[in-house]
């Protein structure tokens, strides 16, 4: 058995997040590294998709359960528009093997790509 990732021990708890939302398959919370006025992360609550290639073969309702989920939030807390990212391996600059997405919002530079 490999380790929980990072995003799973904030799913169960272990680990403290600023989370703004959540349900039965889906959790948002605060980056903790922001890179614009709003950055968010949306992780599914499983982590058998390491990135967004395997979520899209494996549960393509999932993914587009979080694009949804991705446009609420960009309206609760931003102006409604947003840059969506997933990095999808190291050298692109994934450093969590759980799928998620970054939403961000708000006076983005080039520099607020994640
Ligand atoms: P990646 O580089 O894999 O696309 O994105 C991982 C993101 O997770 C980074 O933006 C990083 O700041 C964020 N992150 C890593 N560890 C934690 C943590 O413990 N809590 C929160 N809230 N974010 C984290």
Redesign the pocket.
């Known amino acids: 058995m490999s380790e929980p990732s ?2 799973s021990r ?1 799913i169960s708890g272990e ?1 403290p ?2 989370v703004v939302w959540q349900n039965e398959r889906l959790i948002a ?5 922001p ?1 614009a006025a709003l ?1 968010l ?1 949306i992780v599914p609550k499983t982590e058998i998709y390491a990135n967004v290639t395997d979520l899209a073969a494996g549960d393509p309702q999932l993914l587009a359960e979080m694009v949804a989920t991705a446009a609420t939030l960009a309206r609760e807390h931003a102006n409604g528009e947003y840059r969506l ?3 999808s391996g190291a050298s692109a ?5 759980h799928v ?1 997405a ?1 939403v961000l919002a708000g006076a983005l530079t080039e520099e607020s790509l ?1």
Do not use: K, Y
Not at 29 to 33: G, K, T, Y
């Open positions: 990072i995003f904030i680990i997040a600023s919370f605060h980056d903790i590294a890179r950055h992360l990212v997933f990095n600059g994934q450093t969590v093997f998620h970054h994640a």
